[in-house]
């Protein structure tokens, strides 16, 4: 005979597979993408009738101190396990399964993890949530919903989590008048003007992302600074945003000006080692931490395409930056930008950085942090990384990626960035002291943000994949990009094992179709000039010679590409050596940086067996082709996925299909008019002359 609670058990099985059934067989619901990888779609199934039989509540027990965070932790629980079932609340039965919450202190940054496992709670099997502080609750709730999103039993689930990294932070280019640099999906999602009385809900919404996926610091304006976001009346703006995003765990940042204290503070100076402008900014420092008191500190883009810095006054960047770090003391850090080259520097524009910050090693003082791009150019969909990291073991050095796509389409198509990311953070730097992700984990990495105010936050809805990649990456670098993929997808579009194993594929092959059909074999920088949408391989007359397109590619009538070999700019020689001798040979080198080190004939035998001409080509047309694959596989889940959003990622991915083969097209007819060579037999004819290509122009491309 069954016991009472047995009864129960099966009889709650059974109504959870018939509404299980019921739910499967729903129509599929209008979806907009603004609740991004945290719809908490109902389950289906098996995994649906598991779900309803455990029926969870939540726990924290007795003597618990409550705090915001924890408040959070318990609602964002119920909610997504409540929606998961199907329902708006999460009902208790006699076997329910009780997830305790063990959070140690309340305030706490959350580094240590947490860990979730089975656990006893007053004599009955439960699942524990344990971590040091609340914060490490509330990530581990999220962890734990996406488990459970991602089809896994409650009673399966065990998971033990750290980050790898104290700092994973994103950096807005928002600038206050709402307008984006690098932005590709409407206005800026700060809303200044209305601030501090008005705060967008939006707000919470965005923090709530945010830590669903680890992410910790906001720089909130762009790094080009506008020296009034320091005045009282942005302190009280950023600090609403602190206070809403504090219980998320998430510190606020400023960009700052280094000239602030000439345009809002009445000085006739910046030089950092004046007394005055020391005074200066230890005085603003202490208004902010009053408002503030655990503000992040400042991000600063210094002498660097036109920004003011410590060198206008023959100061170093150590000296610039350590002043900043005085005035913040041990409260906050100096985030200072190695993305520096100038116009006048003769130099190989990849090797500027390199030569002015090495010299600088252990010269920083301990809160200034170094933010070096994956790359020694400038977010190309292919760099290879950069050489000072490795090469600056004195001085913390932090990496910066572009999550907003500058040089990737901007907002066209799919170009998942998870493989590039993964790509750099896997460099071995040769330096001893292993691969990036390990020189980079005592210290950080951020991310360009790509959000906007468009509703579906990234304006295409695969530019939330790459939101979510890079908060998982900075959490857990080790994660493989796809797997990273496969569970986005998942939460955002369906668990569909047929559907997700598609979407899976076209993001993992995406962003290497860009690479073929904007810049394949190592070509970069090849982009349309100011907006740098679309190619313009030509231009070759700008007044500053490093942002010529022909300054990158070299291309004449005898060959392409930039020698950094020790014959040539000898960027070569800024890798460990065993590095740059594994890229001095172009019989060796990894072709997909062939040309970024070497210059070659057209006809050049490449080990692939074709000339490099003809590898060119077939570069290109794999590019396009790849573009074309995706847009059929995504044609063939239309009825598997909502109609809406099937629709809108249709349309971004004609949109690509239109640039890939424009880009392959233009470039073609380009380098044929220097080459003088005819395409390969049975490669595409280009469709428009090259004079076609030259005169289209845009002066209206968003994101500037
Ligand atoms: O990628 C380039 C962009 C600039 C940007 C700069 C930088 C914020 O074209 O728009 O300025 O890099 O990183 O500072």
Same mark, same amino acid.
């Given at each position: 005979?069954?016991?009472?609670?047995?009864?129960?058990?099966?009889?709650?099985?059974?109504?959870?597979?018939?509404?299980?059934?019921?739910?499967?067989?729903?129509?599929?619901?209008?979806?907009?993408?603004?609740?991004?990888?945290?719809?908490?779609?109902?389950?289906?199934?098996?995994?649906?009738?598991?779900?309803?039989?455990?029926?969870?509540? !939540?726990?924290?027990?007795?003597?618990?101190?409550?705090? =915001?965070?924890?408040?959070?932790?318990?609602?964002?629980?119920?909610?997504?396990?409540?929606?998961?079932?199907?329902?708006?609340?999460?009902?208790?039965?006699?076997?329910?399964? %009780?997830?305790?919450?063990?959070?140690?202190?309340?305030?706490?940054?959350?580094?240590?993890?947490?860990?979730?496992?089975?656990?006893?709670?007053?004599?009955?099997?439960?699942?524990?949530?344990?971590?040091?502080?609340?914060?490490?609750?509330?990530?581990?709730?999220?962890?734990?919903?996406?488990?459970?999103?991602?089809?896994?039993?409650?009673?399966?689930?065990?998971?033990?989590?750290?980050?790898?990294? %104290?700092?994973?932070?994103?950096?807005?280019?928002?600038?206050?008048?709402? +307008?984006?640099?690098r932005?590709y999906?409407?206005?800026?999602?700060?809303?200044?003007?209305?601030?501090?009385?008005?705060?967008?809900?939006?707000?919470?919404?965005?923090?709530?992302?945010?830590?669903?996926? @680890?992410?910790?610091?906001?720089?909130?304006?762009?790094?080009?600074?506008?020296?009034?976001?320091? &005045?009282?009346?942005?302190?009280?703006?950023?600090?609403?945003?602190?206070?809403?995003?504090?219980?998320?765990?998430?510190?606020?940042?400023?960009?700052?000006?280094? $000239?602030?204290?000439?345009?809002?503070?009445?000085?006739?100076?910046?030089?950092?080692?004046? =007394?005055?402008?020391?005074?200066?900014?230890?005085?603003?420092?202490? &208004?902010?931490?009053?408002?503030?008191?655990?503000?992040?500190?400042?991000?600063?883009?210094?002498?660097?395409e036109?920004?003011?810095?410590?060198?206008?006054?023959?100061? $170093? +960047?150590?000296? @610039?930056?350590?002043?900043?770090?005085?005035?913040?003391?041990?409260?906050?850090?100096?985030?200072?930008?190695?993305f520096?080259y100038?116009a006048?520097?003769?130099?190989d524009r990849t090797m500027?950085?390199?030569?002015?910050?090495?010299?600088?090693?252990?010269?920083?003082?301990?809160?200034?942090?170094?933010?070096?791009k994956n790359g020694p150019l400038d977010f190309q969909p292919r760099e290879p990384? +950069?050489?000072?990291?490795?090469?600056?073991?004195?001085?913390?050095?932090?990496?910066?990626?572009q999550?907003t796509r500058e040089y990737l389409g901007q907002a066209s198509g799919?170009a998942?960035l998870?493989?590039l990311?993964?790509e750099?953070?896997?460099?071995?730097?040769?330096?001893?002291?292993?691969?990036?992700?390990?020189?980079?984990? %005592? !210290?950080?990495?951020?991310? !360009?943000?790509?959000?906007?105010?468009?509703?579906?936050?990234?304006?295409?809805?695969?530019?939330?994949?790459?939101?979510?990649?890079?908060?998982?990456?900075?959490?857990?670098?080790?994660?493989?990009?796809?797997?990273?993929?496969? &569970?986005?997808?998942?939460?955002?579009?369906?668990?569909?094992?047929?559907?997700?194993?598609?979407?899976?594929?076209?993001?993992?092959?995406s962003r290497e179709h860009v690479v073929n059909y904007t810049g394949p074999l190592g070509l970069a920088h090849l982009m349309g000039t100011g907006h740098h949408y679309g190619p313009a391989p030509w231009v070759c007359d700008l007044p500053r010679p490093e942002w010529n397109p022909c300054y990158y590619h070299r291309a004449d009538k005898d060959g392409i590409g930039f020698d950094r070999?020790?014959?040539g700019s000898?960027a070569? @020689?800024?890798?460990?050596?065993?590095?740059?001798?594994?890229?001095?040979?172009?019989?060796?080198?990894?072709l997909r940086y062939l040309l970024w080190f070497h210059r070659l004939a057209w006809?050049a035998?490449?080990?692939?067996?074709?000339?490099l001409w003809a590898e060119l080509v077939a570069r290109y047309d794999a590019g396009v082709?790849g573009v074309?694959?995706?847009?059929?596989?995504?044609?063939?889940?239309?009825?598997?996925?909502?109609?809406?959003? +099937?629709?809108?990622?249709?349309?971004?991915?004609?949109i690509q299909r239109r640039e890939a083969r424009w880009w392959r097209d233009a470039s073609l007819a380009y380098w044929q008019s220097l080459n003088g060579l =005819?395409l390969?037999?049975?490669a595409?004819?280009v469709a428009e002359s090259l004079e076609a290509y030259q005169a289209r122009n845009f002066p &209206?491309a968003p994101g500037q």
């Amino acid at each position: 005979m069954m016991s009472g609670r047995g009864v129960v058990n099966r009889l709650a099985m059974v109504i959870a597979a018939a509404l299980g059934c019921a739910v499967a067989a729903a129509p599929l619901r209008a979806e907009d993408g603004y609740a991004l990888w945290l719809r908490h779609a109902p389950l289906e199934g098996e995994a649906l009738a598991d779900l309803r039989a455990a029926a969870p509540v !939540v726990v924290a027990p007795p003597g618990e101190d409550d705090s =915001p965070t924890l408040k959070i932790t318990r609602a964002e629980l119920a909610q997504g396990l409540a929606a998961m079932q199907g329902e708006t609340k999460l009902r208790a039965t006699p076997d329910s399964l %009780p997830i305790v919450l063990r959070c140690g202190r309340a305030r706490g940054d959350g580094q240590s993890g947490f860990a979730i496992a089975p656990q006893a709670f007053a004599g009955r099997r439960a699942l524990a949530i344990s971590a040091p502080d609340h914060l490490g609750c509330l990530y581990a709730s999220f962890a734990l919903l996406r488990e459970v999103a991602l089809g896994r039993p409650l009673h399966a689930i065990r998971l033990g989590e750290a980050p790898a990294m %104290p700092l994973r932070m994103l950096n807005h280019w928002d600038n206050p008048d709402g +307008h984006v640099e690098r932005g590709y999906a409407g206005r800026s999602i700060f809303d200044w003007w209305r601030l501090p009385e008005r705060l967008d809900p939006r707000m919470i919404d965005y923090a709530r992302a945010n830590a669903s996926i @680890g992410i910790n610091a906001v720089v909130v304006n762009n790094v080009n600074a506008r020296a009034f976001m320091l &005045e009282p009346r942005y302190i009280a703006k950023l600090k609403r945003l602190a206070d809403a995003w504090r219980p998320y765990g998430i510190r606020v940042f400023l960009a700052a000006r280094f $000239s602030a204290p000439i345009e809002i503070g009445g000085l006739a100076r910046a030089d950092p080692l004046d =007394p005055a402008v020391r005074a200066w900014w230890q005085a603003k420092a202490d &208004e902010i931490y009053a408002a503030i008191p655990d503000f992040g500190g400042f991000l600063v883009k210094a002498n660097s395409e036109g920004q003011p810095g410590p060198q206008d006054y023959g100061r $170093s +960047h150590a000296e @610039g930056a350590n002043m900043l770090a005085a005035a913040l003391g041990n409260r906050g850090t100096v985030i200072w930008r190695a993305f520096v080259y100038k116009a006048e520097d003769a130099t190989d524009r990849t090797m500027q950085a390199f030569a002015e910050f090495v010299p600088l090693d252990g010269q920083f003082a301990k809160n200034v942090i170094v933010q070096v791009k994956n790359g020694p150019l400038d977010f190309q969909p292919r760099e290879p990384f +950069h050489p000072l990291f490795g090469a600056m073991p004195n001085t913390r050095l932090m990496l910066e990626v572009q999550i907003t796509r500058e040089y990737l389409g901007q907002a066209s198509g799919i170009a998942y960035l998870g493989p590039l990311w993964q790509e750099v953070l896997g460099a071995d730097t040769g330096r001893g002291g292993g691969v990036v992700a390990e020189v980079i984990a %005592p !210290v950080g990495m951020a991310g !360009v943000a790509n959000t906007g105010s468009d509703r579906n936050w990234t304006g295409t809805d695969f530019d939330q994949a790459n939101w979510y990649a890079f908060g998982r990456l900075a959490w857990q670098p080790a994660l493989s990009s796809e797997q990273i993929a496969r &569970e986005w997808a998942a939460q955002t579009f369906t668990r569909d094992p047929q559907a997700l194993g598609t979407i899976t594929e076209m993001m993992r092959a995406s962003r290497e179709h860009v690479v073929n059909y904007t810049g394949p074999l190592g070509l970069a920088h090849l982009m349309g000039t100011g907006h740098h949408y679309g190619p313009a391989p030509w231009v070759c007359d700008l007044p500053r010679p490093e942002w010529n397109p022909c300054y990158y590619h070299r291309a004449d009538k005898d060959g392409i590409g930039f020698d950094r070999t020790a014959r040539g700019s000898n960027a070569l @020689g800024q890798y460990a050596p065993a590095i740059a001798a594994q890229w001095a040979d172009p019989a060796s080198i990894d072709l997909r940086y062939l040309l970024w080190f070497h210059r070659l004939a057209w006809d050049a035998a490449l080990p692939t067996g074709r000339s490099l001409w003809a590898e060119l080509v077939a570069r290109y047309d794999a590019g396009v082709a790849g573009v074309d694959a995706m847009a059929a596989q995504w044609g063939r889940l239309a009825g598997a996925l909502d109609a809406a959003r +099937h629709a809108a990622v249709s349309a971004d991915l004609a949109i690509q299909r239109r640039e890939a083969r424009w880009w392959r097209d233009a470039s073609l007819a380009y380098w044929q008019s220097l080459n003088g060579l =005819p395409l390969p037999e049975g490669a595409a004819p280009v469709a428009e002359s090259l004079e076609a290509y030259q005169a289209r122009n845009f002066p &209206e491309a968003p994101g500037q």
